[in-house]
């Protein structure tokens, strides 16, 4: 069973701090790694996805990726109150026919 | 680019009776596209692949008689819940990817399907 750990939180953050949130993954064969943005009723819109070993940095965004120890994060930097949303995590095996398979989302919320 | 539209944006109906949701990749071709199923405060859950010509792909669990799937042509794939009960309530969002490498998933905005 391939597995996508997030913390569901909420993680509360003040306006202006950075959110860090993380993401473990069982399949050592994942290969791709995207994080989406849910807001409440809606449906995920993707915020940023990364393919190797390292940080990539996207606006306020920085997606930092570990393949030895199978782990993805995001940060957010100046986070603002429409941040607030839950964040997905989702990896994607190619060998399975690339299906993405979801983490349980973490709530952040963004105080002013 | 990679807008994919889904229809209808709700629908409420009676047990027993069938519904249709409509996914379209609006300007790209999608020879794949996926079907996702999320309850309240819960994930997204996989249903199935739906492949463009050929039979769709089911997760386990997932009774391929209850929820068929057509994808006629490379643009267009509906998922048709067919009798419905209060239990397939649920929020249903498809997804496509533009052909190549490691695109990532578009995913439509979703139907709320309210089976009274």
């Known amino acids: 069973q391939k597995e996508v750990e997030q913390n569901s939180g909420p993680l509360s953050v003040p306006e202006g701090a950075i959110a860090s949130l993380n993401c473990t993954y069982s399949?050592?064969?994942?290969?791709?790694f995207f994080w989406y943005r849910q807001y409440s009723g809606k449906s995920p819109e993707l915020i940023m996805f990364?393919?190797?070993?390292g940080d990539k940095e996207d606006g306020r965004f920085t997606a930092q990726l570990n393949k030895a120890s199978q782990y993805v994060s995001l940060l957010i930097r100046d986070s603002q109150p429409s941040d607030s949303a839950t964040y997905l995590c989702?990896?994607?095996?190619?060998?399975?026919?690339?299906?993405?398979?979801f983490g349980g989302g973490t709530r952040v919320l963004v105080k002013p | 680019g990679a807008v994919v539209s889904q229809h209808p944006s709700w629908v409420i109906c009676k047990s027993g009776t069938s519904v249709k949701i409509e996914c379209r990749s609006l300007?790209?071709?999608?020879?794949?596209m996926f079907w996702y199923r999320q309850f309240p405060k819960q994930s997204l859950m996989l249903m199935a692949t739906?492949?463009?010509?050929?039979?769709?792909?089911?997760e386990q669990g997932v009774e391929k008689d209850k929820f068929l799937i057509n994808h006629a042509s490379l643009t267009l794939s509906t998922l048709t819940v067919t009798s419905a009960h209060p239990e397939d309530s649920s929020f249903y969002i498809c997804?496509?990817?533009?052909?190549?490498?490691?695109?990532?998933?578009?995913f439509g905005n979703g139907t709320r399907l309210t089976v009274t």
């Open positions: 997804s496509a990817r533009a052909s190549g490498g490691n695109s990532p998933l578009h």
């Open positions: 989702a990896v994607r095996d190619k060998a399975a026919g690339n299906k993405l398979t």
């Open positions: 399949d050592r064969g994942s290969q791709s």
């Open positions: 990364i393919y190797s070993n």
């Open positions: 739906s492949n463009e010509g050929s039979k769709a792909t089911y």
């Open positions: 300007d790209f071709q999608a020879t794949t």
